[in-house]
């Protein structure tokens, strides 16, 4: 978005200021330009509705809705220039002024981009980057329990042995190992910078990013993935799921792996066909697995992969930490001020693939 000429920098000041600092040194018809409504969509709880005040507090000017039903959601889309929330045809045909759209998520489910939310144009905003650092220490938990066989040890220890000489798990020395990351956006950028520190080579597969992030020593393109695969000691997946990430790890691709690579999924569970990791686990086609995300949650129990060898299973937890709450109230405010000033949205999706 091009910014509002008749705004200058000296006017950006933040929190309460900013609304005294407006009233004084702007005329009152440049004030009502930069305001707007902004909506929260139903169904809206006790959360957005602390947003909301929050919103109130730091940008006055910015009228806010908190939708209870849809009805009202119809009725107040009809003048907004910003949501929050899920909207599908009907509720997008109720909004004709409609700019932004922030996604409650950082990846929703690909049927949140509807046909009709794609091809308007209204620009839609989600919260990647707000889990970087708790997801990247997940990753990092994988890593070392496998370089130093913890996915060994620890299923011991609840039988009670003390594993001895031939129970004894392979390591992995770090410093002569290689990464190949999918997904070198946030998470897979402070995933390289943790690798990096304990001396992995770093391979980073990205259809966006053009320079190489800190840690990452190459940078490939997905097209290339294929022919580089084979190098990773582990491979590791942090990409979203789009429609040319969805079942992208399959018998195929795994069959290109080293037999002793370890393969995380932290990124989005339909990019790994679950069916085919269980079983090149089993056959020895690959040398292990850690995955927090799952093409069905929860997993079945009866599903193969509760039995896998070297396979270690987290619930879909690699984000929990402290601060998420924090920090998506606070991206959505930087959002809805740099709407009211005519500048570029933070993280803006691409509609047609997803993310």
């Known amino acids: 978005m091009r910014r509002n000429p008749l705004i200058q920098d000296g006017d950006n000041v933040p929190g309460q200021a900013a609304g005294l600092a407006l009233a004084v040194a702007i005329p009152y018809w440049k004030v009502q330009l930069m305001s707007y409504k902004f909506v929260f969509l139903p169904p809206a709880g006790d959360r957005q509705r602390v947003w909301a005040e929050a919103i109130r507090t730091a940008l006055p000017g910015i009228s806010v809705t908190v939708c209870d039903d849809r009805e009202m959601a119809c009725a107040e889309l009809s003048d907004a220039r910003g949501a929050f929330g899920t909207l599908d045809a009907e509720l997008l045909a109720a909004a004709p002024r409609l700019e932004w ?128 695969i084979g190098r990773g000691d582990f491979v590791i997946m942090t990409a979203p799921q789009t429609p040319s990430t969805q079942g992208l790890m399959n018998q195929s691709l795994m069959g290109k792996m080293k037999n002793s690579s370890i393969l995380i999924n932290i990124g989005r569970g339909s990019n790994v066909v679950l069916d085919d990791l269980a079983a090149a686990l089993s056959n020895g086609t690959i040398g292990g697995a850690a995955l927090d995300v799952f093409e069905i949650e929860p997993l079945p129990a009866d599903h193969p992969l509760w039995r896998a060898p070297n396979f270690i299973l987290t619930p879909h937890m690699a984000g929990d930490g402290p601060y998420l709450d924090d920090r998506r109230r606070d991206l959505l405010i930087e959002n809805c001020r740099r709407l009211r000033d005519n500048e570029e949205l933070l993280n803006i999706v691409d509609k047609a693939n997803w993310f």
Do not use: C, K
């Open 101 to 228: 759209l922030a996604a409650p998520a950082a990846g929703p489910r690909p049927e949140f981009y509807f046909h009709e939310l794609v091809e308007s144009n209204v620009t839609v905003t989600n919260i990647r980057g707000i889990y970087s650092d708790h997801i990247s220490m997940q990753i990092m938990s994988y890593v070392l329990s496998f370089a130093r066989g913890l996915h060994v040890y620890m299923p011991l220890q609840g039988q009670g042995i003390w594993a001895q000489a031939e129970q004894r798990a392979d390591t992995i020395h770090l410093p002569e190992a290689t990464a190949v990351v999918i997904g070198v956006g946030g998470i897979g950028a402070e995933t390289a910078r943790h690798l990096a520190h304990f001396g992995v080579h770093v391979i980073g597969v990205d259809p966006r990013v053009e320079t190489p992030p800190a840690g990452v020593h190459e940078l490939i393109r997905p097209d290339a993935l294929e022919e580089h």
